[in-house]
Structure formats: C-alpha cells, structure tokens
C-alpha cells in the first residue's frame, strides 16, 4: 500500500488521464464507426469502397505504427495539435474499424424486408437507416461495442510513449522514486481494472435493457 499511499496523486493524474482519452476517444470512434458503417452498406458504390478500404486499412494496420503516422506525418503537413489530440485521433480512428464492423454484422441481422418496406413508403436510404434499420441492429451490436470500447481503454496505455499523461507512464515516474517496480504495476494494473469494469458494467446495463425493450 505504500507505494499507493506515497504516490496516490501522481496515480490519480495518469488515472484521470487514462479515462478522459478513452472516453474522448469512444466518443469519436462511435461517430466514426456509424458514419462508416453507413458507407458500407451504401447503395452508393464510391461510398461503399471509401468503407471497406477505411475498414481494411486500419484493421490491418499496427496501433503503434498509426501513433506514428500521425504524431510524426500529421506536422509535415503543417497540422500541429497537442499530443492529447493526436492521441485521440490514432485511437479514435483505429477504433472506429471495428465499431463499423460490429455495427454492420447487427446491420446485417435485420431481415431485408425491412429495409424493402421502408423504401416502399418513400424513405430515403439515410432514413431508412436512422430509423428502421440502425434501432433493431442496436440490441445485437452492444456486447461487441462494449468489448471493443475495453480494448480501447487498454490500447491507451501506448499514448503514454507519445508525451501523453495515462496511467501506465506513471510507472516511470514512480520507478525514479525508487519504489518497487513489481508493486507499481500491481496499482496501474487495478487502475485498468477499474476503468474496464466500468465499461462492462456500462454496456451490460444497456443489453438488458435493449433485452428488455425488444
């Protein structure tokens, strides 16, 4: 407890760090990865391939490599952010990948006769979408976001190489102050789990709750 107790405040900043970029992050994955999953089932064939090769790249790309690309690429073309923001942008964007597909195999649960009957009321593809199809695919697409938002809280833990504040950079900090680096990762490591905890507790109030309503 005492490297808890002696260090509580530096804990508490890498902590705080720690959830604020994954919550930042969620967000723009989710609106990431609805726009995405749009594209993907656009009857629009431009948009439909920007979709899969947005997918495609990001899913097959290393995190640690886009860090790069976008702390060390973006400057080059005079875009210079804070790194919390580059941060946002690398998780954020790879994140958004996998909501999309997430989003689209729930998309794809929904019986075609739904779509087909919403088109022959006159909806457009975009309505069709917001209020037929995306609000059934919604109760089977909550445990795989939620799994991909834990993934997400842990994949924050790279920022910390990039100037970011978390909560696993905290270690280095501690180290210097020449406690036990075996108990350091003892507390960061119950600080993750906190924070995953808490997404899961999160998105399994929401499935019984889209249980429940459907």
């Not at 990865?33 to 790309?61: I, M, Y």
């Not at 309505?127 to 995306?134: C, M």
Request: charged share 10%; net charge positive; aromatic share 12%.
């Amino acid at each position: 407890m005492k490297v808890l107790t002696d260090n509580f405040s530096i804990y508490w900043h890498g902590f705080l760090g720690t959830l604020e970029l994954t919550v930042v992050s969620a967000v723009l994955a989710l609106l990431l990865g609805v726009l995405t999953a749009s594209f993907r089932v656009s009857p629009v064939r431009p948009l439909r391939a920007f979709g899969t090769g947005w997918v495609t790249v990001l899913r097959n790309t290393p995190l640690t490599l886009l860090f790069f690309v976008v702390v060390l690429g973006l400057p080059r073309f005079d875009i210079v952010l804070p790194f919390f923001t580059f941060a946002v942008l690398a998780l954020g964007c790879y994140t958004s990948a996998f909501v999309c597909e997430a989003l689209r195999s729930g998309i794809n649960t929904v019986p075609s006769g739904q779509g087909e009957a919403a088109r022959s009321l006159g909806m457009t593809f975009g309505q069709t979408l917001g209020t037929v199809v995306l609000p059934q695919a919604y109760r089977s697409v909550v445990a795989p976001i939620g799994s991909v938002m834990i993934a997400l809280a842990k994949n924050t833990a790279i920022a910390g190489s990039f100037s970011v504040v978390e909560l696993l950079g905290t270690y280095r900090t501690i180290n210097e102050l020449g406690y036990s680096i075996l108990w350091t990762f003892v507390w960061i490591a119950v600080g993750y789990l906190i924070i995953t905890l808490a997404i899961s507790a999160i998105f399994n109030l929401l499935e019984r709750r889209a249980a429940v309503s459907r």
